[in-house]
């Protein structure tokens, strides 16, 4: 009989109420050519006691949603190299920093690797992600890959250049997790992000789709794993804040305001401001998914369906 495989449950402790951002026990294995400037540090004040005793619920919540949607789905299992995402914006980091967590309480042992795509944007603080992941002591690789270069070249001015940027910068992350041996591939989509990528799909393509917490690649070689897929951004943002991480804009897409997403985003906000508590009705809708009350004929065969008479179908 095959041994059953460990997996990740997320169990809270009564005093888990560590600060989240500098976990103990991270080996280093860190570019000896980068180090973290101390200096560059701005004094802050401390944080009041309300402000300590909100920002360790937030850490709570997240760790606890992050933790269930990674038993949910098996995104984790013992001996696991998970290969993180990092872009330098909030959610990126967050996954990072909730991940590092979770790993000193989890009951298997998995690797945490960060890796970053330089994708060679114009002004790009290319030392901000190699400084903060120098001072956190957490295995890192920056990949630096001029995307950004065929981006511009290929798609006209004024027009979306998402579509093509994701499939370069997928592109490269498949090589580069193959070059590191990472087994997980671990991505900072949220639950709006989830919830935006099926009204698109809804709204725009005709499908009933949405955006996968796990993910075979096309050749089957790699899995992508979203353990944010329970988390709200907006408790990502706040968290992004309390932390004060190094956020880096991104200037290729982040500035072209006709974005279909963008619209979908405000949709949602107008929506949840009038009806408060209907976006997480419309999530908790893709958990609760009935294929005979649908019309696709590949999910459920209609044809096997007759009327049963006196207990007996015909």
């Not at 402000?51 to 038993?71: D, F, P, S, W």
């Not at 603080?125 to 957490?138: C, H, I, K, R, S």
């Not at 990472?182 to 809804?202: C, M, P, S, V």
């Not at 408060?276 to 009935?290: A, K, M, T, Y």
Request: charged fraction near 25%; aromatic fraction near 8%.
């Amino acid at each position: 009989m095959n041994k059953p495989r460990e997996r990740f449950e997320y169990l809270p402790s009564a005093g888990d109420t560590e600060p989240v951002g500098t976990p103990a026990g991270v080996a280093s294995e860190v570019r000896s050519d980068v180090t973290a400037d101390a200096s560059a540090v701005a004094f802050e004040p401390a944080p009041t006691q309300k402000e300590t005793y909100e920002g360790n619920k937030l850490a709570k919540r997240l760790r606890r949603l992050v933790g269930q949607a990674i038993a949910d789905f098996d995104m984790i299992t013992a001996g696991d190299r998970v290969m993180v995402c990092l872009s330098g914006g909030k959610d990126s980091y967050a996954l990072l920093d909730v991940l590092l967590s979770l790993r000193t309480h989890a009951p298997i042992d998995f690797e945490i690797i960060a890796v970053n795509l330089d994708q060679r944007h114009p002004g790009y603080p290319a030392n901000v992600l190699p400084d903060y992941l120098a001072a956190l002591g957490v295995p890192y690789r920056i990949e630096v890959q001029d995307t950004y270069s065929v981006v511009k070249r290929v798609i006209p001015e004024g027009k979306t250049m998402c579509s093509l940027c994701s499939r370069l910068r997928r592109g490269v992350l498949y090589r580069v997790a193959g070059e590191i041996g990472a087994t997980k591939i671990a991505l900072g989509h949220h639950r709006d992000d989830i919830l935006e990528t099926f009204f698109l799909n809804l709204f725009f393509g005709g499908k009933l789709k949405a955006m996968p917490p796990k993910l075979l690649s096309d050749d089957g070689a790699h899995i992508v794993i979203r353990p944010l897929a329970y988390v709200q951004e907006e408790d990502l943002t706040s968290y992004a804040e309390r932390q004060r991480f190094p956020i880096i804009p991104c200037d290729l897409c982040g500035s072209q305001p006709t974005l279909q997403r963008k619209q979908i985003k405000a949709l949602m906000r107008d929506w949840e401001r009038l009806y408060p508590g209907r976006v997480e009705s419309i999530f908790r809708s893709l958990q609760d998914v009935r294929p005979s009350h649908l019309l696709d004929t590949e999910l459920f065969n209609f044809n096997e369906i007759t009327r049963a008479v006196d207990g007996v179908e015909d």
